[in-house]
């Protein structure tokens, strides 16, 4: 798979006054996974939800393998920006003036806006219990609040993947800090993120599995329209040390659905 993506050489710091607290983790402690539920009210789905994700995509009965690939429009952003923000690397961007020159996709009849995408190391969801080394959620927004993600199980390769350069770049920026900094802070400018080519090595989001579930992070809001695609996307092997060198082990547990 051959990428294009330019990054700019200069870093600009988050003009944020505040860094993103770490509220939870992905430890054992009393901060994670198992207590997300218990730290905020507005977290308490995490408890209590019956539709939370991620889970063994292999083993649900609500699980339905599609082999369309999903209507959509992808732009290539020319505005985005990647950094840490205290659990994942993630890349954000302004939308557009233009509704209709934004990135989107459509399930169920109903259309949802690209809003950002991140990364989880190793991969959240399973299939027949085997996992891969990493995911890429894709999250999508519906003018009525709705959410809808596009999940890429990631697959290490000793050959870096030129469309994942700026993973490298990241690392190599928040290395250099002095001690003492907070990573969240720096923020890398892309010039060009080729959404089209990565839908295109995603074989345009066909041969998926689909089903109803969560975020796999607080607040764990329900009802999010989830396609997980079968084939993954090559990550290098340099990318992915990258990856775990910024935001460590960062993958919720499966989740059991009511009855099991």
Known sequence: MKFSLTIATVLVASIATTALAATYTYGTDDAGPQHWGDLSPLWAR??????????????????????????????VLTNATVGFNGHAVQVDWTQPADPSAASWIEVGGKRYTLVQFHFHSPSEHRVDNHFTDGEMHLVHRADDGTLAAIGLFLELKVANNPWFSW??????????????????????????????????????????????????????????????????????????DALVDLEGFNSRYIQDRPGK
């Not at 607080?218 to 084939?231: D, F, I, L, N």
Request: net charge negative; with cysteine; aromatic share 6%.
């Open 167 to 240: 993973i490298t770049a990241l690392d190599n920026a928040v290395d250099q800090l002095p001690p003492g900094s907070d990573p969240t802070q720096t923020k890398l400018p892309l010039t060009s993120v080729d959404l089209p080519a990565l839908a295109t090595a995603a074989q345009n989001f066909s041969n998926r599995w689909t089903y109803t579930g969560s975020l796999t992070t607080p607040p764990c809001t329900e009802s999010v329209a989830w396609s997980m695609v079968k084939e993954p996307i090559s990550l290098g092997l340099e990318q992915f």
């Open 46 to 75: 995490c408890k209590t939800g019956l539709q939370q994700s991620p889970i063994d995509l292999g083993a649900e009965p609500s699980v339905t393998f599609v082999t369309q690939p999903i209507q959509h429009r992808y732009a």
